[in-house]
């Protein structure tokens, strides 16, 4: 690939290497603030979700939950 397109491999590989590394510092971020979110015990229950979702579009609407 590199040589059909005049670039050397490094050239190539350096931005996608560069987005991995992104995505999992985002993904490690993310990742941190949900567990934070957990330890200060905001959570909803997933019964209470559950039962939110399936009875979106319906007549008997649900009350979304909250934590």
Same mark, same amino acid.
């Given at each position: 690939? &590199?040589? /059909?397109?005049?670039? @050397? *491999? &490094? &050239?190539?590989?350096? *931005? +996608?290497? @560069?987005? /991995?590394? !992104?995505?999992? +510092?985002? /993904?490690?971020?993310?990742?941190?603030? +949900?567990? +934070?979110?957990?330890?200060?015990?905001?959570?909803?229950?997933?019964?209470?979700?559950? !039962?939110? !979702?399936?009875?979106?579009?319906?007549?008997?609407?649900? *009350?979304?939950?909250?934590?």
């Amino acid at each position: 690939m &590199s040589q /059909r397109r005049e670039h @050397s *491999p &490094s &050239s190539i590989m350096h *931005p +996608a290497a @560069s987005t /991995r590394i !992104a995505q999992e +510092a985002r /993904r490690d971020r993310l990742t941190q603030e +949900a567990l +934070a979110d957990v330890d200060a015990g905001l959570l909803v229950d997933h019964w209470a979700v559950q !039962a939110w !979702a399936d009875n979106l579009g319906t007549e008997k609407a649900v *009350p979304l939950p909250n934590g």
